[in-house]
C-alpha cells in the first residue's frame, strides 16, 4: 500500500529542500524523523511536516502500523517564481526571483528494498593482435642491412 502527501507552493528554493530530503530518500518513517530533527536547515521543517501528515494519512486512512513504514519516493519539484526587481547603480534594476516547491512524499509499507550487490566484471582474455605485414616488411629489411 503507498501513502501519498503532497505540499504545494513552499517558499524555499527546490535546490535547498533537495539537500534535506536526499537524506532521508529510502528511509523508515520513525529513522528518517529523528534525522530530520537533528538537521540544521530551514528546509527540514516544511519536510518533517509533510512526512508527520503523510504517516497520519498511513494510520488514519489506511490503518497502516507506522513501524513498518518507509519513504520510497520523496521529491521537490520547482513552483511558481515570484519576481521582484532590486534597484541598481545608475537607474539600472536587478532582477531577485523569489521561488517555490511543491514536495511530493511517497511511504510504502512494503519490505524495505536492499541495495544489490555490484556484480564482478569478468577479465575478458585479451588475444594478441596480428602484426601488420607492412611493420614486419620494414623490421625485417632493417635486421638485413
Known amino acids: 500500500m503507498e501513502v501519498i502527501a503532497k505540499a504545494n507552493n513552499i517558499r524555499m528554493s527546490p535546490r535547498k529542500v533537495r ?10 518513517v520513525m529513522r528518517a524523523q529523528t534525522q530530520l530533527q537533528f538537521m540544521k536547515k530551514a528546509a527540514v521543517l516544511p519536510v518533517l511536516k509533510l512526512l508527520n501528515s503523510a504517516i497520519a ?4 486512512n489506511f490503518q497502516l502500523d507506522k513501524e513498518n513504514l518507509f519513504v520510497k519516493t ?45 556484480k564482478v566484471a569478468k577479465k575478458k582474455e585479451v588475444k594478441p593482435k596480428e602484426v601488420n605485414k607492412v611493420a614486419a616488411k620494414k623490421s625485417a629489411a632493417k635486421k638485413t642491412k
Open 19 to 28: 539537500l534535506v530530503i536526499d537524506v532521508i530518500r529510502g528511509m523508515d
Open 74 to 118: 520523496i521529491t521537490a519539484d520547482g513552483g511558481p517564481t515570484i519576481h521582484r526587481w532590486t534597484p541598481k547603480a545608475f537607474g539600472r534594476a536587478a532582477p531577485i526571483r523569489k521561488r517555490t516547491s511543491h514536495i511530493t512524499i511517497v511511504l510504502s509499507d512494503a519490505e524495505i528494498p536492499k541495495k544489490k550487490s555490484a
Open 57 to 60: 494519512n498511513a494510520e488514519h
